[in-house]
């Protein structure tokens, strides 16, 4: 994991100076209720711990034998690429090492990326990841040699029993992860919408094995999330959002893109305290003694039992999302027809321009995409279809836009699950207060199931796919309830959504 910016102030002195792009703490974030529950129609592989801990030695080898450490732009990165790709590639992997071209360190090393060509939805991909390389102060074994290992044992487990899967599944070993999560960052920003639109979710294993350590989940909310908290509740293991770790490893890139995350950590540098020693045992000193320091080595800092049960927790995670049952349809709109969509269905919408409407949308350009052509077919619901003679023509102004769905009667068993794809596009003018929000109306009220607020900086029109739980809302009637708003001074704001899909499983 690599240094916030305020700490790295703090060791200017004494470490090698690197440029940093700036990474926000949070993204897009996709959340579901705290309630929702996750059934695997497949029961997971335990992910050997003996192997798990033999790859993590081979790392400790590697790094002793070039110069003892593994940083991304050092021979001990070099021979941990090879190691993992050979690995990959005997076990049937279709495996690229993918150079990073811009954004990296000058001679950092590539990323390797492996697909499983076992089967599944091209279109649906659950993709999982770690950083590969370590800093220059030491081995880098809790950080990360444990991620990668557990990575790299999943990889190999999936190919030795081959299930068969409902998605596909892609594993990402980054580069140069600790000088700024540029390895990562470069893979997610030369995706293409379409291919960004595949992934359903991002997992990310980054200090899974500390000797102090917690059980923390990135983005514990998410659907991905709340798949991870489900295997630590079936073994009695309390769980926290890893705080710590927020914006810091390489889920933060693909959550900049729209792409749900959560991921695994047992803690850095921070303090465990009193309750979480009373919760999970270890004393209020460090999760990791040795983070980023020569003595983090194989095996004093590793714990077996926290290692163990990260691999298996990501081992259940994607047994139950890329090889559990497929999912049954509820009901779905790709919007080529007309069922029942209701705008500013509480009467109380405030834009003058902009409404929701059904249709075929125009493109626009202002400094980039601001509106774009229908996801599939030929219609999507979009904030003013048309283009008129500039790009600020028929976006939202004067505040909020919405539409609602006619009433979708849900089943009484779960887990039911709504999806869809959106895009938020604006130019730099925007400000916080304008937003996109989808909502959920249901028996007891209306209750928002994800916000994505606008910032004062141009963004691109990207069609980007997501996912809420609706299982707490099983056998009721409800509906959709799409808003979006240039609320404050008059921007540039426009909005879309398609493809909108329940399913049930």
């Not at 540098?269 to 009373?278: H, L, N």
Request: with cysteine; hydrophobic share 35%.
């Amino acid at each position: 994991m690599r240094v916030p910016s305020v700490l790295r102030a703090c060791t200017a002195l004494v470490l090698t100076a690197v440029a940093v792009v700036a990474v926000p703490a949070t993204a897009p974030a996709t959340t579901a209720p705290a309630t929702a529950s996750v059934v695997s129609a497949m029961a997971a592989p335990d992910i050997s711990l003996t192997n798990t801990k033999a790859h993590i030695q081979q790392f400790q080898t590697i790094a002793t034998s070039n110069g003892g450490n593994r940083r991304a732009t050092s021979a001990g990165y070099t021979a941990s690429v090879t190691y993992v790709y050979n690995k990959l590639v005997a076990a049937g992997f279709t495996v690229t090492r993918q150079n990073c071209t811009s954004g990296c360190t000058s001679g950092a090393g590539p990323n390797v990326i492996a697909d499983w060509p076992g089967g599944g939805d091209p279109n649906s991909i659950y993709m999982f990841g770690a950083h590969l390389d370590g800093v220059s102060a030491g081995p880098g074994i809790n950080d990360n040699a444990s991620g990668s290992a557990t990575l790299l044992e999943i990889a190999l487990t999936l190919a030795a029993t081959n299930p068969s899967l409902t998605s596909r599944v892609r594993f990402a070993f980054w580069t140069d992860e600790e000088q700024g999560l540029n390895g990562s960052r470069f893979y997610a920003n030369t995706l293409s919408s379409t291919e960004r639109a595949k992934i359903k979710a991002y997992f990310n294993f980054d200090m899974v094995g500390s000797v102090n350590g917690g059980y923390f989940i990135n983005r514990i909310t998410s659907v991905p999330g709340q798949t991870l908290k489900a295997y630590y509740d079936s073994i009695g293991v309390p769980t926290e959002e890893n705080t710590e770790g927020a914006g810091r490893s390489d889920d933060a890139p693909f959550n900049a893109i729209g792409v749900q995350t959560s991921g695994v950590a047992a803690g850095a540098s921070r303090v465990k305290t009193a309750a979480q020693v009373t919760k999970w045992g270890g004393t209020q000193s460090a999760f990791d003694p040795c983070y980023h320091r020569a003595c983090d080595t194989y095996p004093s800092n590793i714990s077996d039992t926290v290692l163990n049960r990260a691999g298996d927790a990501a081992a259940y995670a994607l047994w139950t999302l890329a090889a559990g049952t497929p999912a049954t349809t509820v009901w779905s709109d790709t919007f080529e027809t007309a069922t029942g969509w209701t705008t500013n269905p509480a009467g109380t919408d405030t834009a003058t321009s902009g409404s929701w409407e059904r249709g075929v949308p125009q493109a626009t350009n202002s400094s980039g995409a601001k509106q774009l052509t229908a996801l599939s077919g030929t219609n999507d619901l979009v904030t003013g279809r048309l283009a008129g003679t500039s790009a600020g023509d028929h976006d939202i102004d004067g505040g909020t836009t919405s539409v609602r769905s006619p009433a979708i009667t849900l089943p009484t068993t779960g887990p039911l699950t709504l999806k869809m794809s959106w895009y938020l596009a604006h130019g730099s003018n925007a400000t916080s207060a304008d937003f996109f929000r989808v909502s959920v109306v249901h028996n007891s009220g209306t209750t928002a199931l994800f916000t994505q607020s606008a910032t004062a900086t141009n963004r691109n029109a990207t069609w980007t796919s997501g996912s809420w739980s609706l299982s707490s809302y099983a056998g009721q009637s409800i509906r959709i309830l799409i808003e979006a708003a240039d609320a404050s001074t008059a921007s540039l704001v426009e909005a879309a959504v398609d493809d909108v899909t329940i399913t049930q499983g």
